[in-house]
């Protein structure tokens, strides 16, 4: 089942954000890292996608809750639920207080990444390594 509409579009478009910034390894170097962002973004970490996906949201806890309201299909529910599975994985074997060059340093970033740039795929978002937020505008609204 798809839904044409969902009932918060703005979360929707946060969530795609966040999923493209977990998809690109320049941009978190770039923001995350030494803290320089393109025009457009003021600030970025990881805590920020931690903070939308465990605490302003029910994704974390019931993802399919959320089809309907920022998630259009079982599909997109099944992507987030896998990058979600593999956060999971990086907080619970280094915990919630590191620094994010330092989760970016283990070995699980890759899975998180790599399933990042999966779920971009899903969500309709064609350039999954532009840190350009004026792309992102533009595929966010797709």
């Known amino acids: 089942m798809v839904f044409s509409e969902i009932e918060f579009p703005e979360m929707r478009a946060e969530l ?3 999923i493209q910034s977990l998809s690109d390894t320049e941009y978190q170097h770039m923001g995350w890292i030494n803290n320089r962002y393109p025009p457009g973004i003021e600030y970025d970490e990881f805590k920020s996608v931690i903070h939308f996906l465990y605490d302003d949201t029910v994704l974390a806890e019931n993802v399919e809750a959320d089809i309907g309201v920022i998630l259009k ?7 987030v639920k896998a990058l979600i599975r593999e ?12 620094k994010d060059g330092e989760y ?8 998180i990444v790599c399933i990042a740039k999966e779920a971009c795929l899903v969500f309709g978002i064609l350039n999954v390594v532009s840190p350009d937020p004026n792309i992102r505008r533009e595929q966010r609204n797709k």
Do not use: Q
């Open 87 to 98: 956060i999971d994985v990086l907080i619970d074997l280094y915990g919630v207080n590191r």
């Open 104 to 111: 970016m340093s283990k070995p699980e970033w890759e899975n």
């Open 16 to 18: 795609i954000e966040h």
């Open 73 to 79: 299909s079982k599909e997109e529910s099944d992507a």
